[in-house]
């Protein structure tokens, strides 16, 4: 069973920085692509970022490209989003996701977490 848990959300004024990470358990991830998603109020969710867990191969939305890096720690088992140059728009409750693959992907996603709240002030 694959468990997804969020952390690191929290309230940061604009321009600063925030880090969110995604502890990943119930199997070995390295053939499967990781991605983080967000959602705002009255909007749908929409692709922030992904990375193949194996290959390291990264994919960035063009809203967050420069700003924001995804990463992974294999030995923690752990995905990170590292923002900085937050903006109000980035306000939302960002989501961990996980799909079986091979490459990196925006799409297909049928794991998912609980998400975490990031708020970012004016």
């Known amino acids: 069973q694959v468990q997804l848990v969020e952390s690191g959300g929290g309230l940061v004024q604009t321009g600063g920085s925030l880090r969110l990470s995604c502890a990943a358990s119930g199997r070995t991830f390295s053939s499967y692509a990781m991605g983080w998603f967000r959602q705002a109020p009255g909007k749908e969710r929409e692709f922030v970022a992904a990375?193949?867990?194996?290959?390291?191969?990264?994919l960035y939305a063009d809203s967050v490209k420069g700003r924001f890096t995804i990463s992974r720690d294999n030995a923690k088992n752990t995905v990170n989003l590292q923002m900085s140059s937050l903006k109000p728009e980035d306000t939302a409750v960002y989501y961990c996701?996980?799909?079986?693959?091979?490459?990196?992907?925006?799409?297909?996603?049928?794991?998912w977490g609980q998400g975490t709240q990031v708020t970012v002030s004016s």
């Open positions: 996701a996980a799909r079986l693959s091979a490459v990196v992907r925006a799409t297909g996603y049928n794991y």
């Open positions: 990375i193949q867990w194996n290959s390291g191969s990264t």
